[in-house]
């Protein structure tokens, strides 16, 4: 059966489509739907720490400003995915933020939580390309202990 399903969303097209397709499935099983978007571990450049302006100090400041600009950013990104699941009839929805690598971070929420099942999107890059650049749907799938639904 299924009762916990995982949405991830970085509201591309993509995502969009896992959303709504994560959405079906849980009104069809009244499951809970819980949706995530993963703010990416970005390193900063080694270059910017050396431009003159940005003493100590003030890269904190610029690199906490990213950290706050990306977490409203997520929180934005969430509010619009849980208002079109409940307009598409979901009933129970939980949102939250991971941090760091898309993959790791959706694999690690999905076992913590006990997921029945995991949807994402897939951009389509093509065998050569995803393989070249990797991509969040491959790892997610060959790694995850649940069921994956993959949307094209």
Do not use: W, Y
Request: aromatic share 4%.
């Amino acid at each position: 059966m299924i009762n916990k399903i995982l949405v991830a969303t970085d509201s591309s097209a993509a995502s969009n489509r896992a959303l709504k397709m994560a959405v079906q499935f849980a009104v069809l099983h009244d499951a809970e739907l819980f949706i995530i978007h993963v703010i990416r571990d970005m390193q900063i450049p080694f270059e910017i720490k050396e431009i003159p302006e940005l003493e100590p100090n003030k890269f904190e400041k610029f690199n906490d400003a990213r950290e706050e600009i990306m977490r409203k950013i997520a929180q934005n990104v969430l509010k619009l995915a849980k208002e079109k699941a409940e307009k598409a009839g979901a009933q129970r929805i939980q949102t939250a933020i991971g941090t760091g690598d898309p993959a790791t971070s959706i694999l690690g929420f999905a076992k913590r939580r006990k997921m029945d099942m995991i949807v994402l999107g897939t951009r389509g890059l093509g065998k050569l390309k995803s393989r070249i650049l990797g991509s969040v749907s491959r790892k997610v799938t060959n790694n995850a202990e649940t069921s994956c639904l993959i949307v094209r």
